[in-house]
């Protein structure tokens, strides 16, 4: 079979003029419609009025010179000026009774304990008889010795008895000296019988109790000589030539109470391990108040005070720390922000030192600078002045004439 191809004839429609018609308005219109939305944007971008909105309205303030105290600071502890050992100077006696306690003021030569004295006072008394038999046998080798004198060259009495009835004058003498001696030595067992304070201050240990037996020597007390305290301070010893006998030292406890006590010495050796050198400082005497809250064996924080300095200072609230960084914000004439870093200082007060990173004629934002970023817009306001009602937004009954108003 053959084949033969169809000839497709292309047949055109015909348009209608309706159709035609819209499809030319519907041209016409979207291209006005874009037209005028370019011109629209256009004359939105050169009008004044369309700058960025403010981020935050901010107050100003400016550094300024002032003159603050130059300060070293160091750790330490506190301590006792002097802690002085009381222990028993009799041997095997007991104790009979304790008349003093921890933390008790104590005067000097107060009785502190008792001990039993029976025994001591038995001794006494042997060496009170000893001493009266050494003084009778005394008398009666002196008598001798002066009739031996009397006869001594009519050779009645030999030289030799003579000499004799001398030697027993001397040996008589010192029996009695030794006797007492003796009698001296039981007198002062007597007497440490009873354990006195060896100088004012305040009871910080009591290790001695009741009925026990003591050893000569052993210790029963401890002693703050005076209540007298000191802060010991390590100070590296690239600083201590900054330091001097004198100095005031502003020292704080961990409770936050403070006290001002004053350097009496530095120590004449650095330690080989630390690099550090103590340095003793003077506490008042804790009586009562702030002072009675420093004990010894405590922690403290001290500032020497060393003069003053000048130094360019802001407030601390135009400070802000970010990623171990100190900035701060400065306005420019378009009001538009930019962060300065800093490096900071000293701060006294509610002001903090700024080293380097801006000038004083810089215009810095007083406070919420973490709130702002580098090319933020700011409106500024006089924070000093409360803001004043614009005749847009007042009342119309509060609103002032230009008569009165100036």
Do not use: C
């Amino acid at each position: 079979m053959n084949l033969q191809s169809t000839p497709i004839i292309a047949r055109k429609l015909p348009v209608k003029p309706l159709t035609l018609g819209l499809i030319t308005s519907g041209v016409i219109t979207l291209a006005a419609l874009g037209l005028f939305v370019s011109r629209s944007q256009a004359a939105d971008a050169t009008k004044p009025g369309a700058t960025a909105k403010p981020a935050l309205s901010v107050s100003l303030t400016q550094a300024r010179q002032n003159m603050l105290g130059v300060k070293l600071a160091a750790n330490g502890g506190v301590a006792a000026w002097q802690e002085a050992s009381i222990g028993a100077e009799a041997n095997g006696l007991r104790v009979a009774e304790l008349h003093a306690n921890v933390g008790d003021s104590v005067k000097r030569g107060q009785l502190l304990a008792s001990f039993a004295a029976e025994s001591v006072q038995a001794d006494v008394a042997l060496a009170r008889a000893a001493v009266a038999e050494a003084q009778a046998n005394a008398l009666e080798a002196a008598a001798n010795a002066d009739r031996a004198r009397a006869v001594q060259g009519s050779g009645a009495i030999s030289a030799q008895q003579i000499n004799q009835y001398l030697t027993q004058e001397q040996t008589a003498k010192a029996r009695v000296a030794s006797a007492q001696a003796q009698l001296d030595a039981q007198l002062l067992r007597l007497k440490n019988t009873q354990l006195v304070a060896p100088d004012s201050g305040i009871i910080s240990a009591r290790m001695a109790t009741v009925g026990s037996v003591v050893g000569a020597g052993a210790e029963m007390f401890k002693l703050i000589r005076q209540g007298r305290l000191e802060w010991r301070g390590e100070v590296i010893s690239a600083e201590l030539d900054r330091i001097t006998p004198g100095t005031l030292v502003l020292v704080t406890a961990p409770s936050g109470a403070q006290l001002k006590g004053k350097v009496r010495m530095l120590a004449p050796t650095v330690d080989a391990v630390t690099r550090n050198g103590m340095v003793f400082v003077d506490l008042p005497t804790p009586v009562s108040g702030v002072a009675a809250s420093f004990k010894p064996g405590m922690f403290a924080r001290g500032e020497f005070e060393l003069g003053s300095s000048g130094a360019l200072t802001v407030p601390q609230t135009a400070v802000v720390v970010r990623d171990g960084f100190s900035y701060v914000s400065r306005v420019g004439a378009d009001n538009r922000v930019s962060q300065l870093r800093v490096q900071t200082g000293r701060v006294v007060g509610d002001q903090v030192e700024i080293k380097s990173g801006i000038q004083p004629e810089d215009k810095l934002v007083a406070s919420g600078g973490g709130f702002l970023s580098d090319g933020d817009l700011v409106k500024v306001v006089d924070a000093t002045k409360p803001p004043v009602a614009t005749p847009s937004s007042a009342p119309a009954a509060a609103r002032p004439t230009s008569a009165t108003s100036k």
